[in-house]
């Protein structure tokens, strides 16, 4: 624990950050082309290009790292990861789900796009994302390990099952909604592909058994640990913040953290899983492992 302390503390994050977030933003250009049909790839790039935080590639790159690989090899993957993301913010923000007209600081793409070309995008990031993450070089087996991974963390046993749970429990209050149904809806709508992002990143690394294994318990915690300090922003924002950016679920009262446990019992939670999280990566270098220490901390630390 101190040892990682004392690396993360010398550790430089925001040029780190900066220079990730460059590449992972060049290679996502690169990745999705202009061409026909031109509505729909002008979409996939409004959606994709726009100013995301990029975690979710850096967490897959950093993971890559740790286990010594280099961070071109798990580009692909990282790219990939950010489509299926953005893939399921298009589909969330739809009309027939939260309705939500802003998105990264900008109009919805139903909004822009109208909502077939919406739709249509997204299916079509669905699909360009294990497209182009074939294009890793790595090892036949390692690819399909990827692949089954990514493909699991979408579905019935990922964001689906997030989503679908999350519909059905809309207008159920305090009461009805217990904090395992809450956990369940976080866990599968977030914590499931930020963990894939990071084990993606380990299997394309060339990690041992047991390193993939500690880098998804690391990333477990990384999830859930993003979805409750968002959880506790959208109960502080304040009111009139509300009023400018919240969708149908933020002004109809979405049940959080903070609503079930209370603010401060959601903090301490924050810091449970922090320190959860940093134990996850003993074993490893402190050199090798202080990014990912930052990146623990910056997203226990954020405030948007
Ligand atoms: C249709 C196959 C299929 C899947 C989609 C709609 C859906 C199913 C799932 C919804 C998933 C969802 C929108 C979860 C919310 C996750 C979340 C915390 C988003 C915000 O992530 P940030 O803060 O956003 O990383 P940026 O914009 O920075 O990338």
Not at 58 to 73: D, H, M, P, Y
Request: hydrophobic share 40%.
């Amino acid at each position: 624990e101190d040892v990682v302390t004392i690396s993360s503390s010398m550790f430089e994050f925001d040029p780190y950050m900066t220079s990730k977030t460059e590449s992972v933003n060049k290679a996502l250009d690169e990745a999705i082309p202009v061409g026909e049909p031109l509505k729909i790839h002008e979409a996939m790039r409004y959606a994709v290009l726009a100013a995301g935080k990029r975690v979710r590639p850096i967490l897959c790159l950093a993971s890559c790292e740790l286990v010594g690989g280099q961070e071109n090899s798990a580009m692909p993957a990282a790219c990939a990861v950010e489509m299926i993301h953005t893939m399921s913010l298009i589909k969330d923000d739809l009309p027939c789900m939260d309705n939500d007209d802003m998105r990264r600081g900008r109009p919805t793409t139903h909004k822009v796009y109208g909502e077939g070309v919406a739709i249509l995008s997204g299916g079509a990031l669905l699909s360009l994302a294990f497209e182009h993450m074939t294009t890793a070089e790595i090892s036949p087996e390692r690819m399909v390990w990827a692949v089954r991974e990514l493909a699991r963390s979408i579905g019935t046993r990922g964001l689906v099952a997030g989503q679908a749970m999350d519909i059905s429990s809309e207008g159920l209050d305090l009461e009805e909604l217990a904090l395992e149904n809450l956990e369940f809806i976080h866990v599968h709508k977030t914590a499931v592909l930020l963990e894939t992002a990071a084990v993606l990143g380990a299997i394309i690394g060339g990690g041992s058994d047991e390193e993939i294994e500690q880098v998804r318990k690391y990333a477990r915690c990384i999830g859930l640990l993003f979805q409750v300090v968002d959880d506790i922003l959208d109960e502080t924002k304040s009111s009139e913040e509300l009023g400018k950016t919240a969708g149908k679920d933020q002004l109809a009262g979405k049940l959080t953290y903070p609503k079930l446990i209370g603010l401060e019992k959601s903090k301490e939670f924050v810091k449970k899983l922090t320190r959860d999280a940093r134990q996850h990566l003993q074993g490893f270098s402190s050199e090798k492992v202080a990014p990912l220490v930052a990146l623990t901390t910056f997203i226990a630390d954020r405030n948007k």
